[in-house]
C-alpha cells in the first residue's frame, strides 16, 4: 500500500519559514507526479507546487517565489520550503502522488498523505 507521511509543520510568526517533508513509502517519488495542496478551514483545496519525475516543477501564482519543491531520491522523501510565511499561508498541508497523467497544480492525486498543520501568526 502506497503510503505517505508528513511532517514539519508547525505554527511560526509571519515572515518565518518551515520545510515540509514527505516520506513516501509503496511508492517512488520520481515514478510521475508528486504534490504539495493546502486546505484551509471552510475552503477548497489548492494545488500549491508540483514535481515531476524529470524534476520539472510548478508553483501557484500566489506562491511564486515563496516556495521550493524538491525531492531526495536517497530518502524518497519529498519537500517543500515555505519561506517569507503570511498568515493566509494557515492551512493544512497535504503531500500527494499520482501514477501517471499530467503533472500540473489541478491534477488529480491518487495517493495522499493525511497532513501536516501550518499556522502562521501575525
Known amino acids: 500500500q502506497v503510503q505517505l507521511v508528513e511532517s514539519g509543520g508547525g505554527s511560526v510568526q509571519s515572515g518565518g519559514s518551515l520545510r515540509l517533508s514527505c516520506a513516501a513509502s509503496?511508492?517512488?517519488?520520481?515514478?510521475?507526479?508528486m504534490g504539495w495542496v493546502r486546505q484551509a478551514p471552510g475552503k477548497e483545496r489548492e494545488g500549491v507546487a508540483t514535481?515531476?519525475?524529470?524534476?520539472?516543477?510548478s508553483y501557484a501564482h500566489s506562491q511564486k517565489g515563496r516556495l521550493t519543491i524538491s525531492h531526495d531520491n536517497a530518502k524518497n522523501t519529498l519537500y517543500l520550503q515555505m519561506n517569507s510565511l503570511k498568515p493566509d499561508d494557515t492551512a493544512m498541508y497535504y503531500c500527494?502522488?499520482?501514477?501517471?497523467?499530467?503533472?500540473?497544480?489541478?491534477?488529480?492525486?491518487?495517493?495522499w498523505g493525511q497532513g501536516t498543520q501550518v499556522t502562521v501568526s501575525s
Open positions: 509503496g511508492y517512488t517519488i520520481t515514478s510521475a507526479c
Open positions: 500527494a502522488a499520482v501514477d501517471g497523467g499530467s503533472c500540473l497544480l489541478e491534477t488529480k492525486y491518487n495517493y
Open positions: 514535481i515531476d519525475a524529470f524534476g520539472t516543477t
